[in-house]
């Protein structure tokens, strides 16, 4: 056993990894984003600069794990790529999901969530996860309905496009795409209640502060008695539907569940948007997605729209900064981590490290189409190992079917035209927000 330390950054290398990465990242909403600060990140091109940073640590440092010079709990930051793996397939022991940070925002709205649940009850709130979103499956059982449900909100969505000239801005798409959302996990009666998801926009807007705010009690017993109304209904042809048949223990918490897939659609739609922009900038592969859904039968997998989605999530990450905890002492190569280290692994510096991959900065989906999930090089948009993303596959038939409605028969152009800096490389940080689009008529 090598007892040696791992090595420890210097107090100004610390000071530039907060500066540079953990400072952007948090400032820009971690649970839910703020779009000034968003914006100010592409301004500034933040992601591209804190992805340098971890190229010069680990030029200094070697492979790590990095140890942060902070006080109070231990940091490390994850250098290498097989470690990426390593610290994956070790959730939830010995690297918890769980940690202080993540427990404290997400506590706000899900206490009883599995990704913040240590213990006995995390493999059953796992399995619950699991179960409903048919995590294995790339065509969850309620595809038919699901892709019905999808084809009338792009049907409505097209509408209001043509009453505004032929215009597709993130507001118009993001109300769409949440009317579409409260139908998936709720049913048809869920459609129109913002309400709803005002209230988890609200809670998630208390847990970007994680513990600095005091939690709003009454606020969430307000939305947990709103939500259970639908998940009582269980509307045939929803995710409410399966949660009610699905087995469940004293632990299991379902409706602890549900917040965060509500959380988590909401990355799904910037994605959905993000992904459109490429197709509109790269013609060439907009035909290949427009001749795979002419080819594809009525439930479609749609792998090379699927592979697009999952570009955009590469390229931009809704999830930048993957967090775990080490719940005992950890050996590794260099030295001991001690336990209750906090874990870092900033996703950007693997998918965006031009040194290593040659396609850092292009428009590859050929990389997704030959891989899939099991990529050799850690590219992690859904995480990877144990504690991987069980709304993968729900995400990918959802976003892929609805990109697939908004490019078919018609042409999808970027305003302005070179928005994405096509043919250079692909720029650090693609503010959704802002995105326009016009559709021909
Ligand atoms: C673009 C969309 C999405 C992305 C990029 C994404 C990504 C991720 C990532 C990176 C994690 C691991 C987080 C961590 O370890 O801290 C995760 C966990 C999780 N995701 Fe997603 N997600 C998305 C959408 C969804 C949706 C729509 C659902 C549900 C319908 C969902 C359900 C979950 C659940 C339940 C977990 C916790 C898993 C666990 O505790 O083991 N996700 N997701």
Redesign the pocket.
């Known amino acids: 056993m090598n007892r040696a330390s791992l090595p420890v950054a210097s107090v100004q290398d610390t000071l530039s990894v907060l500066s540079d990465i953990v400072i952007p990242t948090v400032a820009k909403g971690p649970i839910i984003r703020r779009p000034k600060i968003v914006a100010l990140t592409e301004a500034l091109d933040l992601d591209t600069r804190a992805v340098r940073r971890m190229q010069r640590l680990r030029d200094t440092y070697g492979p790590g794990p990095l140890m942060l010079r902070v006080p109070g709990q231990p940091r490390a930051l994850i250098l290498d790529p097989e470690h990426v793996h390593r610290v994956l397939a070790g959730s939830p022991e010995p690297f918890t999901?769980a940690s202080f940070e993540?427990r404290a925002a997400l506590s706000h709205f899900e206490p009883k969530g599995?990704?913040i649940t240590r213990g006995p009850a995390r493999p059953d709130r796992?399995r619950f996860?699991e179960e409903v979103?048919d995590h294995e499956s790339p065509m969850h059982r309620l595809s038919a309905q699901l892709l019905a449900v999808v084809a009338e909100e792009a049907d409505e969505l097209l509408k209001t496009v043509r009453r505004r000239r032929y215009a597709l801005e993130w507001d118009t798409f993001f109300a769409a795409w949440f009317r579409l959302v409260r139908r998936v996990v709720f049913g048809d009666g869920a459609r129109d209640d913002t309400k709803l998801t005002d209230m988890i926009f609200k809670l998630r807007a208390d847990g970007n502060w994680a513990f600095l705010k005091p939690k709003n009690k009454g606020l969430r017993k307000r939305f947990f008695r709103r939500m259970h109304r639908y998940l009582e209904r269980a509307e045939p042809g929803s995710l409410a539907h399966v949660m009610a048949h699905t087995y469940a223990t004293k632990q299991t918490a379902p409706d602890h569940?549900v917040p965060?897939?509500l959380f988590?659609?909401d990355?799904?739609g910037m994605?959905t948007f993000r992904s459109l922009a490429l197709l509109a900038s790269f013609p060439e592969q907009a035909e290949r997605a427009r001749q795979e859904v002419r080819e594809s039968p009525p439930l479609p997998v749609l792998p090379f729209l699927r592979a697009t989605v999952l570009e955009s999530?590469r390229l931009w990450p809704?999830?930048p900064m993957?967090?775990r905890q080490s719940t005992r002492e950890t050996q590794w190569e260099e030295g001991v981590m001690p336990a209750e280290t906090g874990v870092l692994i900033y996703a950007p510096f693997f998918h965006r490290d031009e040194t290593r991959l040659p396609y850092a900065h292009r428009f590859a989906p050929e990389v997704w189409l030959e891989h899939g999930f099991s990529q050799p090089w850690p590219l992690i948009?859904?995480?990877q190992g144990p504690?991987i993303?069980?709304?993968?596959h729900?995400?990918l038939l959802l976003t892929s079917n609805m990109l697939a409605h908004l490019i078919t028969g018609r042409e999808v152009w970027l305003r302005p035209l070179n928005r994405l800096g096509v043919p250079g490389p692909l720029p650090g940080t693609l503010n959704n927000y802002d995105l326009r689009f016009e559709l021909s008529r």
């Open positions: 999901t993540k599995a990704l796992r996860n979103l569940q965060q897939w988590a659609f990355p799904a994605t999530l809704t999830t993957v967090l948009p859904f995480s504690a993303c069980p709304g993968r729900l995400v």
